[in-house]
């Protein structure tokens, strides 16, 4: 019998101990290695798993879109104009069903700025802005104000 004083024990010598004990067991007892991740089994593991995530993911958004959940491009709302207002921010006119709504747009945040009462009417061009950009490019070119 092996008589040891509690003064001589340190947590590093048990920590040892332990290690060395749990290590010789597990030796013993016929652990075995980890299995090489390149090998055949592995690969075509990993390929298998990839393929059933893309599909359920492909699943996922093809429910989404036949249930109306997925935006699908217009619909009652449209953006009518917008102009840039500096490096970062811009005033946005949208069309919701039959009102139009002036937004303030910049990063971080979007507020509505003005319900406009009589929609502004996008088909015919303002003053100054007599046709196309075509029409507007051939008068400048030919010396004229546009």
Known sequence: MVVVNKSDISFTRVGF?????FGASGAATGATAAP??????????LLFGLIVVLIAIGVTALLL???????????AMRVIAGLSLGARER?????VGDKQILLGVAPGRVQALHVLERPVDTG?????????????LAQLMKGGRA
């Open 91 to 95: 005033a946005v006119l949208i069309q």
């Open 36 to 45: 090489d991740p390149m090998a055949a089994g592995s690969l075509f593991q």
């Open 17 to 21: 101990a332990a290690l060395v004990y």
């Open 65 to 75: 879109r036949r249930l109306g959940r997925l935006p699908q491009g217009a619909g």
């Open 124 to 136: 015919t061009a303002g003053p100054g802005m007599a046709g196309g950009f075509a029409e507007r």
